[in-house]
């Protein structure tokens, strides 16, 4: 019975073994890029760090619970209640830990920043990513292009993404590349990463944003050469990739239509499949990232002052202008009617002295 009941068990550790170690493909514990290698790294120092505490403390919760066991006749000292030498070891061992994590992640903290470009002999390429309900949209700004559920750049290549979002807060994510950031909506994250080898790698949303969440996947291609990737450019503005869904021109109106969904819970969402736009208009990203200023570009600043967002965009050329320099204090003072400052000014302080 006894050899019957070890066999099975034997059996149900080694599938659940054989799992554990499948679910290691295609994660952050299998990374193809640089940002995703130093990550996997840091996170194995932390994990046996950790582990200095933590396997100590399962072997002697065994080890005493065995030794003090009933019919044990062991000593009995039911007034000891001090050893400088076992409060030295439990206090020193874990403080030592603490500090070298620290210091670890300190400095993983700012070579990992998702804002700082990688080193490179190469070039970024640039790509806007617009997170939808469920979907997402890559615009490449400089290549004049942009696909739906498709990611494409060369291998050993940076990628600078500036991500952003059409509804609900998403987080964009590709595991074997290294680090998420959410996208939100009026706002534009940043985030570098590079594929070491050519591969596809699976990509998607880590925050649930609604009942067509399970579809908003993508497929990130790292091309084998830039060749290879520049022939597929090529593609998608002459629109002779076999098979492929082309939309012509993303533009304002292409964009909206895009961006159009069934909130209904009860909805069954499908996939939304690949599909491409051949040119776009360049300026779609940051027209569609400002129109969540209130009242589409119309921002409320104190009683009888409007400012107008449009010219924002004539004096920051669209592409460069994101959340983090946009300052709203510093448009106040450089853009708000001075007169209608003091006035509204002097209704607060009025305001005020009641």
């Not at 067509?212 to 050469?225: L, P």
């Amino acid at each position: 019975m006894i050899l019957l009941l070890t066999r099975i068990l034997s059996k149900v550790a080694l599938a659940l073994m054989v799992g554990l170690l499948a679910g290691c493909q295609g994660g952050v514990l299998d990374p193809k890029g640089q940002v995703g290698i130093e990550e996997k790294q840091l996170i194995i120092v932390a994990t046996l760090l950790m582990l200095l505490v933590v396997i100590p403390v399962i072997f002697m919760t065994l080890y005493f619970a065995w030794k003090y066991r009933e019919g044990r006749d062991e000593i009995y000292e039911p007034k000891w209640s001090h050893s400088t030498k076992i409060e030295t070891i439990v206090w020193t061992i874990p403080i030592v830990i603490i500090i070298i994590l620290g210091v670890i992640t300190w400095k993983s903290t700012h070579s990992l920043d998702p804002y700082k470009p990688l080193k490179s002999e190469k070039d970024h390429i640039d790509v806007q990513v617009v997170s939808m309900n469920w979907k997402w949209l890559f615009i490449y700004p400089d290549l004049g292009i942009a696909s739906v559920n498709e990611l494409r750049f060369p291998a050993n290549v940076p990628v600078a993404f500036h991500i952003s979002s059409e509804g609900t807060m998403n987080s964009f994510f590709i595991p074997q590349l290294g680090s998420q950031i959410y996208s939100m909506a009026g706002m534009v994250t940043k985030l570098h990463l590079i594929a070491n080898e050519p591969g596809t790698f699976d990509g998607f949303s880590s925050n649930y944003s609604g009942p067509g969440f399970s579809t908003m996947k993508f497929k990130a291609i790292a091309t084998e050469t830039e060749a290879d990737f520049d022939a597929w450019v090529e593609g998608v503005k002459a629109e002779s990739i076999d098979g492929a869904i082309n939309n012509g021109i993303l533009d304002q109106a292409s964009y909206e239509k895009l961006a159009q969904y069934d909130a209904d819970p009860h909805h069954k969402h499908e996939a939304t499949p690949v599909q491409y736009y051949g040119s776009i208009k360049s300026s779609v990203f940051m027209d569609n990232v400002m129109k969540f200023m209130k009242d589409h570009g119309k921002v409320e600043l104190l009683k009888g002052t409007t400012f107008d967002s449009q010219m924002i965009h004539g004096s920051s050329n669209h592409g460069e202008m994101n959340h983090g320099e946009m300052n709203h204090g510093e448009m106040n003072h450089g853009e708000m009617n001075h007169e209608a400052s003091e006035h509204s000014s002097h209704e607060m302080h009025m305001e005020a002295d009641k």
